[in-house]
């Protein structure tokens, strides 16, 4: 089983950056697909990033390409998403999640393991 924790979110201004962090536990993290997602009140969950196992192929959400960066370091079990010129609608809870595997990158329904989820807040 794999235990997936996030960190680093918090209230910044329209147009700052933020780091958001996700930390696996288990010694298989490395062959895991990792995804992150975000949800806003009265929305639906939505996919923002995903990476596969290697790092080497990565895929993003239309709103948040150019912005967002997704990446893994597999030595230290660690999934960042580092996210440029923030704005209002990013505000969310950012999920973490991740699958042994991959059937379907970009829906939630594709990924087995989740983490609690940390909240960030685009102030306008």
């Known amino acids: 089983q794999v235990q997936l924790v996030e960190s680093g979110g918090g209230l910044v201004q329209a147009g700052d950056s933020l780091r958001l962090s996700c930390a696996a536990s288990?010694?298989?993290?490395?062959?895991?697909?990792m995804g992150w997602f975000r949800q806003a009140p009265g929305k639906e969950r939505e996919f923002v990033a995903g990476?596969?196992?290697?790092?080497?192929?990565?895929y993003y959400a239309n709103s948040v390409k150019g912005r967002f960066t997704i990446s893994r370091d597999n030595a230290k079990n660690t999934v960042s998403l580092n996210m440029n010129s923030l704005k209002f609608e990013d505000t969310a809870v950012y999920y973490c999640?991740?699958?042994?595997?991959?059937?379907?990158?970009?829906?939630?329904?594709?990924?087995?393991?989740w983490g609690q989820g940390t909240q960030v807040t685009v102030s306008s």
């Open positions: 999640a991740a699958t042994p595997i991959l059937t379907a990158i970009m829906h939630p329904s594709g990924y087995e393991y």
């Open positions: 288990g010694r298989t993290f490395s062959i895991f697909a």
């Open positions: 990476i596969r196992w290697s790092g080497g192929n990565t």
